[in-house]
């Protein structure tokens, strides 16, 4: 017997294949936990949220509320206790060359590696390229971070700003299908931790990557984010997402933008009225 034949056959989705509208990453009710044998420590709490080819998503909570975990979790070194992570449909289970992450410390390049092997290396060894296309690639992205002249220094010789700049290259580099940084600048002075937030917003502009970024800034996330995802305290549940594409660097000032960084601040860290009352009546 044949198939019925109906107007919308020819839209049917193929199995696997996400369609256009799907959001490149998923994570949906994912609760992360730590095991050791005397106890279990929950990190996250049933966390949802999507990303988009082309976002700026931010994780934006107070130290300690598992953003650090959820971006792992993203990488593939921490697996879920409870929900999925999906990449274009496909369960995260491991860690690839198409999620890198940026950390914020400064000891993330092997020091004995010059700033162009330190970029070429996982060119090498994960995309497989040959020596001269990966050296050809490492300058590209060198270019664009403004190091190019400094190929030749070894880590040690660099900025805590410039050594953020060769891992920013050295991620871009390879392509990854979501950039993922864990507060790439909070550990640089104030001057220069705003110059490398719009270096990073000049790149995307230019490289067009995904960026998955975590930070406890709350301008910080105004300025980089298109997204912003809040989370509260210990254990990090979802306490709202927000849109905030509205906003640069030049706007910082604003009246807008100190309004929208006081109501995400509220938001943060004020307890939900029904709390505060309940146990206003406890103590009474
Ligand atoms: P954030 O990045 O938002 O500051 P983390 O993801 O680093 O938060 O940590 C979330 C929670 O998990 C914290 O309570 C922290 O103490 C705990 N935690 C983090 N790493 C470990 C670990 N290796 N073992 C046990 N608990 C951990
Ligand atoms: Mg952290």
């Not at 949906?28 to 700026?56: I, K, M, P």
């Not at 050295?170 to 993922?180: D, H, I, T």
């Not at 640089?188 to 917003?201: I, N, Y």
């Amino acid at each position: 017997m044949s198939e019925p034949l109906h107007a919308g056959a020819h839209l049917r989705v193929i199995p696997g294949r996400p369609s256009l509208s799907s959001p490149l990453l998923q994570v949906d009710g994912v609760s992360l936990e730590y095991r050791t044998d005397a106890r279990v420590v929950r990190a996250t709490h049933r966390v949802s949220f999507n990303v988009h080819g082309g976002d700026r998503f931010v994780l934006l909570g107070p130290s300690g509320c598992g953003k650090s975990t959820l971006l792992k979790a993203v990488a593939g070194f921490v697996p879920p206790a409870e929900g999925e992570i999906r990449l274009e449909g496909r369960r995260v289970a491991a860690p690839g060359p198409d999620r890198i992450v940026v950390f914020q410390e400064f000891d993330q390049l092997p020091p004995w590696q010059t700033v162009k092997q330190n970029v070429m290396f996982p060119l090498r060894r994960s995309r497989g390229m040959g020596a001269a296309e990966a050296a050809e690639v490492a300058l590209h992205f060198l270019n664009k971070v403004g190091l190019a002249q400094f190929a030749d220094a070894y880590p040690h010789t660099l900025s805590g700003g410039m050594k953020q700049r060769v891992a920013i290259a050295r991620a871009l580099a390879m392509r990854p299908k979501v950039l993922l940084m864990d507060e790439p600048f909070a550990a640089l002075d104030a001057l220069t931790r705003r110059r490398m937030q719009e270096e990073l917003l000049e790149l995307w502009h230019d490289a067009a990557f995904t960026l998955l970024f975590v930070t406890h800034s709350i301008e910080e996330a105004l300025v980089v984010g298109n997204r912003i995802l809040l989370l509260s305290p210990h254990p990090g549940r979802v306490r709202a997402e927000l849109n905030s594409h509205q906003f640069s660097l030049a706007s910082q000032g604003s009246a807008d933008f100190q309004a929208a960084a006081q109501r995400i601040h509220q938001m943060l860290f004020d307890q939900p009225a029904e709390t505060a009352s309940a146990r206003g009546r406890a103590h009474a």
